[in-house]
């Protein structure tokens, strides 16, 4: 929806064009020196007086050269060898005393001071191998050696058996008992994560590294809708090989549970198939195909769903929003939706950015974005099978103020009546 000035509103996330709603049919979709001090004279002190005695001996003493006493053969080598046996007590003690405590047990200044008998929590991020958690247990102060952990896993022939997630590990304890834990997995009651509804998947693998410390790179790279389709129906026909809208937002607890990348999917992807499984998506695509004269399939009432979570505010506005949505689809008329754009670029939309050439512009490309936009919540899903019955084109959402019109002068009359 266009403003008086011509910027984006703080919400509402549409900028409509004007115009009745025409009947032309819906287009298919795509997608960083010290100071000299004075020297003292090498003659002493001026002015000073030198005895007559003293005189007659320094003359004498010119006068006469010095016989020195030849040096042994040799002697003249003494100072290079004193110094090369220097180098190389230098060399061992660096040796000694720096090389060797790193290699065996890692950075004296990385370890914290940690008194035994301490509780730690510390997470394992998915993949890590032996090395690496033998530094991150020393790091966090856990273990005194990294080499000492590394030989009894060894003879223990863990390597390949240590698990990631978050564990709570005691200071100081025997390392058999470290070593144990790590086999059997999670122990810690924080291997919690939290979704909330509206995030996108990459979103969403920032927060589950953050809480979990599987690399959000690992975790985008895994969330390929052809990954799972074999186990998931739903996704046999995502668009883009995607899982954009499919993650579903809660909080799952992976306490005493292996986390990777794939588990932690594999449970939002379960929970997804739980929380729909009453809606029954696909026969609501084909009642709303009916409803309104045009063809949507269980990922597209997925894809509205996930529009209308990242436009509306309160609970109330979903069913309107959806409406208004499939009520200018069965008109031919474009979306015109700041949500959609905002996500491909991954910012807030300006008023520049609605002639940009992007899949998921729905002010130049007509019907639904090629994926889901983000995860939406249960209550979006719903309005989005179920929209309200309503004559509505255009919304102006603002805070609490919000408006719904039949016209573009509506709509405009909205706008000019904001708050100011």
């Known amino acids: 929806m266009a403003t008086p000035t011509g910027k984006t509103p703080a919400h509402g996330g549409s900028h409509f064009d004007g115009g009745a709603p025409d009947r032309r049919p819906s287009p298919s979709r795509s997608s960083h020196a010290r100071p000299r001090t004075a020297q003292p004279s090498r003659s002493g002190s001026s002015g000073a007086r030198v005895s007559a005695r003293s005189a007659e001996a320094t003359r004498r003493a010119q006068g006469h050269r010095v016989r020195r006493a030849p040096e042994p053969p040799g002697r003249g080598r003494l100072p290079l060898i004193a110094a090369g046996v220097a180098v190389v007590v230098a060399l061992a003690c660096v040796v000694a005393f720096v090389v060797i405590p790193r290699l065996t047990a890692g950075s004296g200044d990385d370890a914290p001071n940690v008194a035994a008998g301490t509780q730690v929590t510390l997470t394992i991020p998915g993949g890590a191998g032996a090395s690496e958690v033998a530094q991150a247990l020393y790091e966090a102060g856990v273990i005194p050696s990294t080499s000492e952990f590394l030989s009894q896993v060894r003879r223990a022939e863990a390597d390949q058996g240590l698990k990631s997630g978050t564990y709570t590990f005691t200071a100081g304890d025997d390392l058999t008992n470290v070593i144990n834990l790590l086999v059997s997995g999670p122990n810690a009651s924080s291997s919690q994560l939290t979704i909330p509804e509206g995030y996108s998947v990459a979103r969403t693998a920032q927060v589950v590294q953050d809480a979990l410390g599987i690399s959000a790179d690992d975790f985008v790279a895994q969330a390929k809708a052809s990954n799972y389709a074999p186990d998931y129906a739903f996704l046999a026909d995502v668009g883009d090989d995607s899982l954009e809208g499919y993650l579903f937002p809660k ?9 990777s990348a794939d588990a ?56 309107q929003i959806a409406s208004v949505f499939c009520n200018r689809l069965a008109a031919g008329m474009d979306l015109q939706s700041d949500a959609t754009l905002a996500y491909s670029l991954g910012r807030e939309v300006t008023a520049d950015d609605l002639t940009v050439d992007d899949p998921y512009n729905t002010y130049l490309r007509s019907g639904l974005t090629p994926t889901p936009i983000c995860s939406p919540s249960l209550e979006s899903l719903e309005a989005a099978a179920s929209p309200d019955d309503t004559d509505y084109y255009y919304f102006y959402i603002s805070g609490d103020y919000a408006v719904f ?3 573009y002068e509506q709509h405009q009359q909205a706008i000019d009546n904001r708050p100011q």
């Open 264 to 319: 932690v999917i594999r449970a939002m992807l379960s929970q997804y198939q739980s929380e729909v499984a009453s809606l029954d998506l696909a026969g609501a695509a084909t009642t709303l195909s009916a409803r309104y004269g045009i063809e949507l399939d269980e990922n597209d009432v997925v894809t509205l769903a996930s529009i209308v979570e990242r436009e509306a505010l309160t609970d109330e506005q979903r069913g």
């Open 251 to 259: 909080t799952y607890d992976f306490t005493g549970k292996e986390v």
């Open 405 to 407: 019109s039949h016209t």
